[in-house]
């Protein structure tokens, strides 16, 4: 079964940084789309960021320039830097494997103004 455990969040300052990690396991992590997604109190969850598994990325309009999702697949590790972050970015963060509709367990942010 698809494992995907992801780390990183916390609280902090607004316009400061966070990089989030997810490790994914039981799966051949290479061959497929990783993305982030997040989700608000009260509101839907939303994709934040997605990597194709050559590299290619899109982002949420609200998060470009700001968000850089990146992987390593030697390690099965797909990541979200955050940077200039805002109290509107204050969710839980989600790491996903699309293809099976596999979620992780999230990752606090919180952004403090």
């Known amino acids: 079964q698809v494992q995907l455990v992801e780390s990183g969040g916390g609280l902090v300052q607004d316009g400061g940084s966070l990089r989030l990690s997810c490790a994914a396991s039981?799966?051949?992590?290479?061959?497929?789309?990783m993305s982030w997604y997040r989700q608000a109190p009260g509101k839907q969850r939303e994709l934040v960021a997605g990597?194709?598994?050559?590299?290619?990325?899109n982002y949420a309009d609200s998060v470009k320039g700001r968000f850089t999702i990146s992987r390593d697949n030697a390690k099965n590790m797909v990541y979200l830097q955050m940077n200039s972050l805002k109290p509107e970015d204050t969710a839980v963060y989600y790491c996903?494997?699309?293809?099976?509709?596999?979620w992780g367990q999230g990752t606090q942010v919180t952004v403090s103004s």
């Open positions: 996903n494997l699309r293809s099976a509709n596999a």
């Open positions: 039981r799966f051949t992590f290479s061959n497929y789309y």
């Open positions: 990597i194709t598994s050559a590299g290619s990325t």
